[in-house]
């Protein structure tokens, strides 16, 4: 089993910037990749950004270039570095990670608000 802890969020101005953590324990050695998801109010869970184990990363278009994903192997931690956040940022945030063979586990989710 792979076990995630998120951190950071909360309410920013828009313009502004934010760090999501989101450490990860258990299975460590099974982890294929890490992402960052979001949920806002009456939408469909969508994905953000990912990095696999060799650390190649992906964003979604709505986020390049404003959303920076990156990992600290010692600490089993990855973050969600966003900057220019706008209005639309606003959503629940989840920590994931796919591990063993097609598995996800998921963090708690963590409020992001961007206001105008």
């Known amino acids: 089993q792979v076990q995630l802890v998120e951190s950071g969020g909360g309410l920013v101005q828009a313009g502004g910037s934010q760090r999501l953590s989101c450490a990860a324990s258990?299975?460590?050695?099974?982890?294929?990749?890490r992402g960052w998801y979001r949920q806002a109010p009456g939408k469909q869970r969508e994905l953000v950004a990912t990095?696999?184990?060799?650390?190649?990363?992906s964003y979604a278009d709505s986020v390049k270039g404003r959303f920076t994903i990156s990992r600290d192997n010692a600490k089993n931690t990855v973050y969600l570095q966003m900057n220019s956040l706008k209005p639309e940022d606003t959503a629940v945030y989840y920590c994931?990670?796919?591990w063993g063979l097609g598995r996800n586990s998921w963090g708690q989710g963590t409020q992001v608000t961007v206001s105008s």
């Open positions: 258990g299975s460590i050695f099974r982890i294929n990749a």
């Open positions: 990095i696999t184990s060799d650390g190649s990363t």
């Open positions: 994931n990670a796919e």
